[in-house]
């Protein structure tokens, strides 16, 4: 049963909330849901410009376009399950569907770039640059991820220009007293004040980004003040009294008037109401307290109130002088961001969400081009509210005009609290209260497709009866964690293996981690002894720290691991060492720099490999410099002339004249790095991907480039992983989340949460600003629940992190937790534990790829030439040659009538006047006997135009004609323009016919390659 109605049935306007759990389809539920629409004949504006599906990453986007692409292809080819499926979506006989699929994966070819599967990121910039006019912006403007640079680049230029007793000189004096005043006593001295302030602005500013509005800049110092007098007078007077009447004060109490009388006002306030103030009563004490019980009573009241006043004034102000700070340096960071012509992303969201009303609505789909009618939103508990304060008006415009909105989500896996994501907004619109004019229908998915019973088994239990005993119910009842229900399909029904295992933490570290190391590297071995292959198995943990640790166990056991933590290039040793030598060549008094390279990995293994071992590379080794005068390149240049001249005068003369890719390739060339790192071949490349990226907005400068490497998203930089690659996933839950693996080791620990002590609440005001920590919350009762609803949210979000962690395996399931105290989490819902049974998979046959099977297609040489003779082919030689390989592909054999074969060929293409013009070249290239000899038909002959072939190592070429007989195998390469690569052409159809050696090892393989403007062929032997 399909889980939404027929497009037939469906009715417009309309909103449906798809609640689903960890492993029920949410990403084939959205590729069927988007297929229904795009290829539905009865729902109105259902072109590509009118659909927008969400998702929250770019894997997931990419994810979700595969999806939805396959679910087309699988459709066009008559894949019978999935005409199935589809007929129950789609009021159309199942050939009209076949065709409707093939004709809509023909116009998404053709129109890609309105095959709208974005990122809410991507979407939402699309939409600010389309409204830059009204924005005051460049519609070009880069995009950044950070204010972290900004906001320091802000600060230097800002103190730059203050000058002694400027304005600007007397407000940082008086942010330095507000500071100072703030601090508890036992702080230290601010030597650097100026990196307190930076930093805590750029805190402020990446939590501020999360909201529409600006901070209110509250001034509570004479309050403060005033209260302080207040509280000390009471506090006199109090003592004074006490002390007449001769009662027995109880000491800690005495202690706390003590420090009132002194004006030591914080140190009271920051601690709990005292419940005891005398000690026991002897004699008539009992009568003196009776006689001014009245007097004493009100004095420690009205004390107790105006030290909760004192608290909450106080945890108001703390971040006064920061919000003064960054509104001081806001214009100076609008200059730098104008100066660079860049944005940060928060501030499109800011900026939209201020700009963005119902009645500008139609004017900005105008601007976009279409009017979006219907909305996909993917993993909608990862929402934030400025976010969803920018998506409501469109999606609003669009429902009010018969238009729909689906939303999938699950509250229990919303882990990504700390970038703003609200799990409130989902549980919001599955509670109806955002479209009342279009109530939403709430179609949950109930079957877990990823794990087996034991293991859904166990994660339900684990979140309902020992959430119970850990009094947690509230905290998993808000998330939904708390009794929800899930299925597994029959095929999993009595299947999975679960095991947990808890370690007691002791005295001895040392024998924890042995315990800890020993458990990890068991299951490993235990998981390969049965079958798994390492690429099954998936490590997860909370903490980076700890996939470094268990990094280093996996590497001294010589068990194969990818770290997905750790695939940023630019912490790769090699790649680190290049940027230095870039740095260098940008800037040849950056002394630092080019020692860094000297003495680095990639410099030690050119003189160990690469140059014959003589005197003057011995001497390098001893040599240190020591005592030398001026720059450092200019000492080395004069202690090895041959080293600099081999390696680096010429790329020290071609900086600035080469562009930067080219000069990039020069330098990786020049040092031979894939020859003497071949294991970084992928690092490399993806350096290469990064430059490309970089050019193409426009900058061409390597200072510009280094700069926004620093800068540059740590996904841009990421290594992709190829499925293949057969080692253990070592990664974070964050990093897991939406993956599954056969095997999954979760290895936890008991720690402290780190809580953020800025507290923000908005206000029709603006953002109040509060420290919220377990001093300024001991008092006041509004900050004491605020504390208790922040304790709240961070069990929840630990709740749904373990949620996430548990679920992604799909047979097995093992848990290994250290802790202290059994009632913290997570060792508070669980306990040592196995059910099911273990799984014996068929061993997989591993997948090599080594350096020997891979041929490389990069150019291992440096050019001879400097810069003038560089060439790049016509664009008019380059469309020619697409047209003969166009013509030939669709000729087979050729008859006695040439010209009728090409004109059949030329037939089927696109219609070209130059297809006309190339025919007559054609006919008389094809009537040579020599050429002819490769058209003939003949018996057992079959050819096989544009044929694909994979090599052992991946990578996909494509042949233009190949020949198969019954004893031999022949491919043909054809070319236009003269033969002057003649050997490049050689040594290209040698690969082919390397590959064709690999697949068909009993047959004779032959080459050819044909110049179609030269009239001749040249066997390949």
Known sequence: MALFPNDKDLTFPHVYVIPASAGSGKTFTLAHRYVQFILSPVISSNSLRNILAITFTKLAAKEMKERILKLLKEAALENSETLNRLAELLHLPPQEIVLQAQRTLNGILEQYSDFNIRTIDSFLTTVFKASSF?????????????????????????????????????????????????????????????????????????????????????????????????????????????????????????????????????????????????NAFKGNDADVYAKNKIKIELLIEEINTKLSQFMLLYAGNYYHPFVRALLLVEKTMQEVQLLEGSVVLDDINRSLARYLSTEIMPEVYLKLGDRIAHFMIDEFQDTSPVQWQNLLPLIEESVSK????????????????????????????????????????????????????????????????????????????????????????????????????????????????????????????????????????????????????????????????????????????????????????????????????????????????????????????????????????????????????????????????LPLYDFVSETIKTFTLFQLFPKEESALIKLLECVKVFESSGSNSVKDFLSSSDEMDAEQWSLEIPDTLDAVRLMTIHKAKGLGFPATIVFLKESRQKTESRMLIETDGGIEIFRLTKETAARNEMLVNENKKKIKDQNIDELNKLYVAFTRAQKELYILTTYKKKENLPASILEDFTAGEKYQMEKAEPIRETASDIIPLYKTHSALTQISAYEKIGLHETERGDIVHAILSHIEFLSDDISSDIQRAIDVLPERKEFAIEKENLIQFLSLPEIRIYFTQEKNRAVQNEKEISSSGGRLYRMDRVIIESDRITVVDFKTGTDEKGEEYNEQVHNYMEMLSQLFPAKTINGALLYVDMRKAVVVS
């Open 134 to 278: 009204e924005l005051g912006i460049q519609p070009d403007v880069e995009i950044t991820f950070d204010y972290t640079v900004i906001v320091e680049r802000a600060f230097q230029q800002f103190s730059r220009e203050m000058t002694e007793e400027s304005d600007g000189d007397k407000f940082i004096q008086e942010l330095l007293q507000l500071i100072e005043d703030n601090e508890s006593s036992s702080n230290t001295f601010l030597w650097n004040p100026f990196k307190k302030i930076s930093r805590e602005v750029q805190h402020l500013q990446n939590q501020l980004s999360k909201y529409s509005q600006s901070p209110v800049l509250t001034d509570y110092s004479k309050e403060i003040a005033f209260l302080k007098e207040e509280i000390t007078a009471k506090g006199k007077e109090l003592q004074l009294l006490l002390e007449q009447l001769n009662l027995p004060v109880y000491h800690h109490f005495k202690g706390d008037l003590e420090k009132i009388v002194r004006g030591n006002i914080y140190d009271v306030a920051q601690k709990e109401k005292r419940s005891k103030y005398f």
């Open 402 to 657: 018969n238009g729909s909105l689906f939303a999938v989500g699950d509250t229990k896996q919303s882990i990504y609290g700390f970038r703003g994501a609200d799990w409130h907004i989902f549980k919001n619109l599955i509670d109806g209260k955002y479209f009342p004019s279009a109530l939403a229908e709430v179609l949950p998915l109930t079957v877990n497709y990823r794990s087996a019973e034991f293991l859904v088994n166990f994660v339900k239990q684990t979140f309902t009866e020992k959430i119970i005993h850990a009094n947690l119910k509230e905290e998993a009842e808000a998330s939904g964690l708390y009794n929800f229900a899930q299925d597994v399909p029959p095929s999993e029904k009595g299947k999975g293996y679960v095991e947990v295992r808890l370690i007691e933490k002791g005295d001895e570290e040392e024998k924890e981690l042995a315990e800890q190391q020993q458990y990890v590297l068991s299951t490993i071995t235990d998981l390969s002894l049965r079958g798994f292959a390492f690429r099954d198995i998936a490590l997860l943990t909370p903490k980076n720290d700890d996939v470094v640790k268990i990094s280093s166990w996996l590497n001294n056991h010589s068990i194969p691991f990818l770290s997905l933590s750790t695939l940023d290039i630019r912490k790769r040793k090699i790649i680190g060492e290049l940027l230095a030598l870039l740095r260098f060549f940008d800037s040849p008094i950056d002394d630092f720099s080019f020692a860094e390279f000297l003495y680095g990995d990639i410099f030690k293994e050119i003189l160990r490999q690469e140059l014959p071992l003589t005197n003057e590379e011995e001497r390098f080794a001893e040599e240190n410099f020591e005592g030398r005068t001026g720059y450092f390149y200019v000492a080395f240049k004069k202690a090895f002339p041959k080293l600099w001249g081999k390696y680096f005068d010429r790329l020290f003369g071609l900086i600035g004249y």
